[in-house]
């Protein structure tokens, strides 16, 4: 297992696995994920097994405690520091879940906001995965605002232990 940052190269990869978990109602289009490829690479992890991409996280930093579904639009270029690090897609290979993948780009994402002195990890999530998020220690922190794919949606929040 090999977790490195983004790189153009991996367009193609990421936006089948996007759409193949998400469905064509809440996976960002191509556009989207080629200007978050672009804006936020610093933000943007891979995960490679035998040179295939198995899986990403991905996300911008924001400055309030809440995903607005404009975030899954558009974003721009993250500030070197602080802030709320937002993950807007944590998605593996169908093939490659319940591996232990996505709580590794959890780890890794997590070193990223304790270097880069963020407040924590915010992300929004399907009812039926906040234990998951729980046992990777985020807390439930009520329903989110987004209605993307008209669905519900439950605020996480993973705390830097450096910043409390």
């Not at 200007?35 to 690479?41: A, D, K, N, T």
């Not at 993250?78 to 802030?83: A, F, L, Q, Y």
Request: glycine share 8%.
């Amino acid at each position: 297992m090999f977790i490195r940052k983004v790189e153009m190269t991996d367009l193609d990869a990421i936006f089948q696995i996007e759409v193949d978990n998400f469905g064509e109602a809440i996976a960002a289009s191509k556009e989207v994920i080629r200007e978050r490829v672009q804006l936020i690479p610093d933000s943007f992890l891979i995960a490679e097994m035998a040179g295939k991409l198995v899986g990403y996280i991905e996300g911008p930093v924001i400055d309030k405690m809440d995903l607005s579904d404009d975030l899954f639009q558009a974003v721009s270029s993250n500030p070197n520091s602080g802030g709320i690090q937002a993950i807007t897609s944590l998605s593996i290979a169908k093939d490659y879940q319940k591996q232990g993948i996505g709580t590794l780009l959890l780890a890794s994402f997590k070193d990223i906001v304790v270097k880069n002195q963020r407040e924590g990890i915010l992300l929004t999530c399907k009812e039926e995965v906040i234990p998951y998020y729980e046992m990777n220690d985020f807390k439930f922190k009520g329903i989110s605002q987004s209605q993307l794919g008209g669905e519900i949606w439950h605020k996480m929040f993973w705390e830097n232990p450096q910043k409390t």
